[in-house]
């Protein structure tokens, strides 16, 4: 089983319009790609299935997956944050912590309680 994920990134030229690029990443693990999904902010991971038969017929079928519909992604946790500051920071005053960075602090150290939609 393998995931994917497709990136777009516009590329930006002085007389010629501009440019969309598609990059695509592959990855063995659901973590890896889970990690990268979240960090590059991607709604959507394609996750491949391949298998083979005794008689050699290979069969692939592709699925997604959603990150996005169980964690919060970093717009809706910046909004739930100025609602209610106490629960998701801890403090009275949003505006004085880096929202991104706690976000990202949350992730890598795998507390996933505070990200995780209700």
Do not use: W
């Amino acid at each position: 089983m393998k995931y994917e994920i497709t990136q777009t990134e516009t590329k930006e030229r002085l007389y010629l319009p501009n440019k969309k690029i598609q990059k695509v990443y592959t990855f063995n693990k659901y973590s890896e790609a889970l990690t990268f999904a979240i960090f590059e902010q991607i709604p959507l991971i394609k996750c491949i299935l391949t298998h083979v038969d005794d008689n050699g017929k290979k069969y692939k079928a592709n699925t997604y997956r959603k990150p996005f519909k169980y964690f919060y992604s970093l717009t809706e946790f910046k909004k739930i944050c100025f609602k209610n500051p106490i629960h998701y920071l801890g403090t009275r005053f949003p505006e004085k912590i880096n929202i991104k960075q706690y976000y990202f602090y949350l992730f890598e150290s795998k507390q996933l309680h505070k990200l995780r939609k209700a």
